[in-house]
């Protein structure tokens, strides 16, 4: 599949989880919403790797550089981080990438 096959998708469910994962930050009951929200943007820091921050930007407003300050260490916290790490995992792979760096947004 090739990235013009993919980016649309790959939009769509970042739009999809940023819906689903809405009010994340005071939802600390439901880590599956920190980790969907975690997801979506690790997703969207391997499309900004890859170059394609401008088509992010014309789906939706992305969070801040630091969602989840002073939570990391939480339950909810590690629960985003994962999910983080596995959205950019994965979009590298589906895209056949290799990232560019390993900072966390």
């Known amino acids: ?3 013009d096959t993919l980016l649309p998708r790959l939009l769509e469910l970042i739009c ?3 819906e689903d994962s809405r009010g994340f930050p005071d939802r ?3 880590a599956q919403l920190w980790y969907n929200r975690g997801y979506a943007n690790g997703v969207i820091h391997a499309l900004d790797q890859l ?5 992010v930007a014309s789906a939706l407003e992305p969070d801040g550089p ?4 002073g939570q990391e260490a939480l339950p909810w916290g590690r ?8 959205g950019r995992k994965e979009a ?3 895209i056949d990438d290799e ?5 966390l947004r």
């Open 79 to 86: 629960a985003y981080r994962h999910g983080w790490e596995m």
């Open 28 to 30: 600390t009951d439901d």
């Open 16 to 18: 999809d989880l940023y």
């Open 1 to 3: 599949m090739n990235t």
């Open 66 to 69: 630091d969602p989840i300050a």
């Open 51 to 55: 170059g394609y921050a401008r088509h």
């Open 92 to 94: 590298f792979e589906v």
């Open 99 to 103: 990232p560019l760096a390993t900072d």
